[in-house]
């Protein structure tokens, strides 16, 4: 029985060789690795030489209401995901309820994924629109087509497009029960990356 588990995972693990998957993870790594380390570059030179990122996160805590971040994050969490979910998870260490808050942000990250999956699959009614998201999206469609809930798992737990992953997955009508499955690690996700967050600004 041990024998045909290894040779079950000796066969994915050629598959996703041979498919492209690791070098996929890789080159969209790097990509995302410079608007990270530009972001990092930013925080560092404002904490030192224009106020702390605890005092502008205070302020922004005192001068924007919570429904409105909430609401701007939920948005981009739908919309191919434009703003770096680690800011928000830096704003909720100074909110009255920090583990409150990153939970519900959490939640919202993963709400947003799901609205992008039945969008996509909404977008199969509409002919037009689905022609031209298609042409636009073509590469992102066809490794879905390879990949699946992997694909959905890597989005969910690494800085790369999980909107994007959930709208193709809902253009290929990847099955329910999965989708909900591979895409519920978002909360993964920020459980680490809030203990990271909230121990480097502690």
């Known amino acids: 029985m041990q024998k045909h588990k290894k040779s079950k995972l000796r066969l994915l693990h050629q598959y996703y060789k ?8 890789w080159e969209n790594t ?8 530009l972001f990092i570059a930013v925080l560092l030179f404002i904490n030192y030489r224009v106020m702390s990122i605890n005092d502008m996160l205070l302020y922004i805590t005192n001068n924007l ?5 909430f609401t701007v994050f939920l948005i981009s969490e739908s919309f191919l995901g434009l703003l770096p979910p680690d800011i928000f998870i830096a704003w909720t260490k100074n909110s009255e309820s920090p583990l409150l808050y ?3 942000l959490a939640f919202l990250s993963f709400s947003g994924g799901v609205f992008s999956y039945y969008f996509g699959r909404t977008l199969l009614l509409i002919p037009k629109i689905n022609n031209y998201l298609e042409g636009r999206m073509t590469k992102h469609i066809q490794n879905m087509q390879k990949w699946g809930g992997l694909l959905i ?11 994007m992953a959930c709208l193709a997955a809902g ?13 519920s690690l978002r909360f993964l996700r920020f ?3 809030g203990y990271a967050i909230y121990s480097a600004l502690s």
């Open 171 to 183: 253009m290929i009508r990847f099955s329910e029960r999965y989708f909900f499955l591979f895409a």
């Open 102 to 104: 990153l939970t519900f």
């Open 153 to 163: 798992a890597v989005g969910a737990l690494l800085p790369l497009p999980f909107a």
């Open 18 to 25: 041979y498919t492209g998957f690791y070098r996929f993870i």
């Open 30 to 37: 790097k990509k995302a690795l410079l608007p990270i380390l």
């Open 65 to 69: 209401s919570d429904t409105l971040i």
């Open 191 to 193: 459980v680490i990356y």
